[in-house]
């Protein structure tokens, strides 16, 4: 039987592929066989110029729960095997992803690495949404803010461009010379007449 033969593989929404590319297709074959509760959702595809469609990568799943990916990534200019998913994510010091040319490797470190989240995972992932969210309120507030206060300042120029400058160099005359005579100076150097 071939691999997108088996029952746990789902197309998704790429309709009919014919294969799984040959770099990743004894991994996802052998996985699919030894975890019949996982599905395995093709993630993207490759057409080639016969119109064959093989699958380059997939999600996979356990009750609807992301266990990671797997897919066929470049390295070093070779087509390799890529495993990912949080976990893994959290042991490598450059990038997210463990890449191997073997096959055997890959099925060691996704039967290693790909499980449902433990109470202390999920109690992690919640607080970081719950922060995310707190932080994303906090930025939204404050760039709303300095939206509304913007349109203020755009507002209070507008005026002192215009009808209010006489007011503004009226409060100007009044400072104490260390505020006043820096404006005062700019004031006759670009010619602004104030006195009403």
């Known amino acids: 039987m071939k691999t ?11 309709g009919k592929v014919d294969e799984v590319h040959g ?3 004894r ?3 052998r996985l699919a066989t030894l975890n019949p509760l996982w599905t395995f959702r093709v993630r993207d595809i490759s057409t080639n110029f016969q119109g064959v469609k093989s699958a380059m990568g997939f999600d996979v799943f356990e009750q609807g729960e992301k266990l990671g990916t797997i897919a066929r990534t470049y390295r070093g200019g ?6 990912s998913n949080d976990r893994i994510a959290k042991g490598r010091s450059r990038g997210d ?16 690495m790909f499980f449902r989240l433990k109470t202390d995972e999920r ?6 949404a719950a922060t ?3 932080s994303s309120q906090a930025w939204n507030r404050e760039r709303t803010k300095a939206q509304e206060e913007n349109t203020i300042q755009r507002a209070a120029l507008d005026y002192i461009k215009g009808s209010g400058l006489a007011h503004f160099m009226a409060h100007i005359e009044l400072q104490p010379p260390s505020v006043s005579a820096p404006i005062l100076r700019a004031a006759k150097k670009v010619d602004i007449s104030w006195h009403t």
């Open 132 to 134: 995310d969210v707190m």
């Open 78 to 83: 070779t087509n390799v095997i890529g495993i």
């Open 4 to 14: 997108m033969e088996l029952s746990n593989i789902d197309t998704h929404k790429h």
């Open 23 to 25: 770099t990743i297709d």
């Open 123 to 128: 109690i992690a992932q919640a607080e970081k």
């Open 97 to 112: 992803t463990y890449h191997t040319e073997d096959a055997e490797k890959a099925i060691l470190k996704a039967k290693k």
């Open 27 to 29: 991994v996802v074959y």
